[in-house]
Each structure stands twice: as structure tokens, then as C-alpha cells.
């Protein structure tokens, strides 16, 4: 039953809500090779990408962090996730990954809008803009307010622009 299927989705993410925010939980820190991460969840996508003519763009530097792993990964899954509902048949996503010494910056960047008026909301719970209502590929707006989640715990900072034709996210964690 597919209801029963939303419900469970449903309660599944805001379990993983409720305990990425319990603060007694700690972190697992581990050294991660930021290539090989993105291409562990970008390779399975690519038949995704594929049947809606999507072109996605990725050359990922061999950089090394000291981060959660599973969060990183979840983070990660939720953008190209969205890039791929968001992003318009035969339109573009690029991820890119790039160090300035003290952080490791990676971007998630589609050709889609996110209108001037949702962008301050995008990462509140249940919030789900006229973007996301027209392109309903039934979610419930929990996935970017994860992501923030994910980010926040690691100490690090998730971003959206929304400009010329295009969307940028970008995550910012430090490297140690």
C-alpha cells in the first residue's frame, strides 16, 4: 500500500531526525577520501541520471578529512537525491570538491530554480516551496532539513544559492 510505504518513509526520517539531534550521540571520526566517497554514491545514481537525460559532471580531488563518514555520506545522498528530482529532464548537475586549507568545500549544483521567496525556508522542516509542490515526487521536506542537521554535527556549514538558471548547495566541513 503506498500510503503505508509515505507513513513509513515519514517515520523513518524523523527518527534519523530526532537521533542525529540527540547531542549525547557522538561523532565517529575517521580519515575518508573524499573521491572515493562521492563516487560509493554517485555511481549506483548514474542509471538514474541516465533515464532522465540528466549529464552529471563530477572530477573529485583525492583529498583526505577526518569526519563521520556516515553522516558525510547521508548529506551527500540527499543533494544528488535532489539534484536528480529537481533538476529538469536533459538538464545538468555538477559536484565538485576543492580544499582552502583549514575547510573542505564540496558543491552539489543542478539546473533548477529555487525561487527568491523559498530559498531563506528550503532547509526547514516540512517545508516544500512551489518548486517542489510541481515536481511532488513524494516527499515530505525533510531532506535538506537532514542534510543541515548532518552538517551542523560535524561542525560545518550547508548553503543554497539559486541564480541564473541555476542551484548551487554547498557544504563546507572543516578537514581535521
Known amino acids: 500500500n ?20 540527540d ?9 575518508i577520501r573524499i573521491d572515493k566517497l562521492l563516487d560509493n554514491i554517485i555511481e549506483p545514481m548514474m542509471p538514474l541520471f541516465q533515464e ?10 583525492q583529498l583526505v578529512l577526518y ?3 556516515d553522516l558525510l ?9 535532489n ?21 573542505l568545500l564540496i558543491t552539489v549544483g543542478n539546473s533548477a530554480v529555487i525561487p527568491a521567496q523559498d530559498l531563506p525556508n528550503i ?11 510541481s515536481a511532488d515526487q513524494g516527499s515530505f521536506g525533510l531532506g535538506l532539513a537532514i542534510a543541515q542537521t548532518c552538517v551542523n554535527r560535524l561542525g560545518g556549514k ?9 542551484t548551487i548547495f554547498t557544504v563546507a566541513v572543516r578537514l581535521r
Open 158 to 166: 550547508i548553503t543554497a544559492n539559486s541564480e541564473n538558471g541555476q
Open 67 to 69: 569526519s563521520d563518514p
Open 23 to 31: 547531542s549525547s550521540r557522538g561523532i565517529s571520526l575517521s580519515p
Open 123 to 133: 532547509f526547514d522542516r516540512f517545508y516544500r516551496g512551489d518548486y517542489a509542490r
Open 52 to 61: 532522465k537525460s540528466i549529464t552529471i559532471y563530477y572530477e573529485i580531488p
Open 83 to 103: 539534484a536528480l528530482k529537481y533538476t529538469p529532464e536533459k538538464g545538468e548537475v555538477a559536484v565538485n570538491a576543492f580544499s582552502d586549507k583549514a575547510e
Open 2 to 21: 503506498t500510503g503505508i510505504q509515505r507513513m513509513s518513509g515519514l517515520v523513518s526520517n524523523l527518527l534519523s531526525l530526532a537521533k542525529m539531534e
Open 73 to 81: 555520506t547521508q548529506v551527500m545522498t540527499i543533494l544528488l537525491d
